[in-house]
């Protein structure tokens, strides 16, 4: 019952002080929960929010119910998505002024500064997964192909996903 609060508290604590989405949470989880915790591995960690985009729904919460079931099972997967819960307080919380604050305009400066901030955030975790993820030439290669026909030829990332996956299965067979 102990690791099921604690499950529940690490990943509500995280919902809590994270802004910008799944991708922004990166380095909070990885710091939290490979590094502290040793709950996964970086590694590990890359490999659920891969598979998380490929899931339906929130890749954070994904994320946190795939650690969540490794550690205990479908009782952690439950526990691990008290990752919404500020979430969700918040919202309900300020969703009758946003309009009133939105047109404020410090509020509007501080949006732009968190946009920024939050680039900054994904930039870092784009730039430690290249390092983690594309050990060899080849997987340069995939990844810039990748690259290519998801931001010039508009190829769906499920086809870009798929074809990757093959050519890294014919590779290593």
């Given at each position: 019952m102990k690791i099921l609060a604690d499950l529940f508290m690490t990943f509500f604590k995280i919902g809590?002080?994270?802004f910008g989405g799944g991708y922004a949470m990166i380095p909070l989880l990885s710091a939290e929960l490979a590094?502290?915790?040793r709950w996964t591995t970086d590694e590990e960690l890359m490999d659920y929010y891969s598979i998380g985009q490929c899931t339906p729904g929130i890749i954070a919460v994904?994320?946190?119910?795939?650690?969540?079931?490794?550690?205990?099972?479908?009782?952690g997967a439950v526990a691990a998505t008290g990752m919404v819960a500020p979430s969700v307080v918040i919202?309900?919380?300020?969703?009758?002024a946003v309009s009133f604050y939105m047109k404020n305009e410090y509020v509007a400066h501080a949006f732009?500064?968190?946009?920024?901030?939050?680039?900054?955030?994904?930039?870092?975790?784009?730039?430690?997964m290249w390092k983690k993820g594309?050990?060899?030439?080849?997987?340069?290669?995939?990844?810039?192909l990748s690259l290519l026909a998801l931001a010039w030829l508009s190829v769906s990332p499920v086809t870009v996903?798929?074809?990757?996956a093959v050519i890294g299965l014919l590779i290593r067979s």
């Open positions: 809590l002080f994270t590094k502290k915790k994904n994320v946190s119910t795939f650690i969540g079931y490794k550690l205990k099972g479908v009782s919202i309900i919380a300020i969703a009758n732009a500064g968190i946009r920024i901030v939050v680039i900054a955030l994904i930039f870092d975790v784009v730039l430690g594309v050990g060899s030439w080849f997987q340069g290669i995939i990844f810039c996903v798929l074809a990757a």
